[in-house]
């Protein structure tokens, strides 16, 4: 019973780390994924704004040079929205627009459904196997106890508190066994 219990452990532990793996497994994929549309908004949003802010820098720097005609008109140029210190760059609290992945997370809640009810399965076999096995026990021990009547009487001899040398010649079994069967008995008895 114990063997079982053992190998049912390691197959309950076996069945959550795997669990374990892939939800990490998922986790490092949204991450890295998370990561590159964060690399591709930036991305997006710097080639614009280095060329706006090179213009704006460098018509601040020019200074109108002294003559009688007025300057041409400098076309205003569109400064970027200004950022504020706590907003973050990337709108983390708004939902894109479609879920990434959502086929994935979808094969991955049906798979663990499906982990989840084998594991059912097996800890329905385990009990089953383990009923099976205190039966098999059960019916070895009675078995034992009606082929061997001899030692049935020793033991209610010992019991009744014989000693090893009378019930060895009561039950013709040798000193030895009766001595075993002495200790059986006193061992019950202090047991109890």
Not at 174 to 182: G, N, Q, S, T
Request: proline share 8%; charged share 20%; aromatic share 4%.
């Amino acid at each position: 019973m114990d063997l079982e219990l053992l190998g049912s452990v390691g197959w309950g532990e076996g069945l959550i780390a795997a669990l374990i793996a892939l939800l990490v497994l998922f986790i490092v994929v949204i991450f890295l994924r998370l990561r590159r549309l964060q690399r591709q908004l930036r991305a997006a949003a710097v080639q614009p704004l280095v060329g706006q802010t090179a213009v704006a820098a460098y018509a601040a720097v020019q200074e109108p040079a002294p003559s009688v005609v007025p300057p041409a008109p400098v076309m205003p140029v569109a400064a970027p929205p200004p950022v504020a210190a706590d907003e973050p760059e990337f709108p983390w609290n708004e939902p894109p627009a479609e879920i990434p992945g959502k086929e994935l997370i979808d094969a991955l809640q049906r798979e663990v459904y499906q982990l989840r009810c084998e594991v059912d399965e097996m800890r329905a076999e385990v009990l089953a196997a383990r009923e099976d096995l205190r039966r098999q026990l059960a019916q070895s021990e009675s078995a034992v106890q009606a082929s061997s009547p001899l030692y049935n009487d020793a033991m209610q001899m010992a019991v009744q508190g014989h000693d090893a040398t009378t019930i060895a010649h009561h039950c013709g079994i040798a000193r030895a066994e009766a001595d075993l069967v002495v200790a059986l008995a006193r061992n019950r008895k202090e047991g109890l």
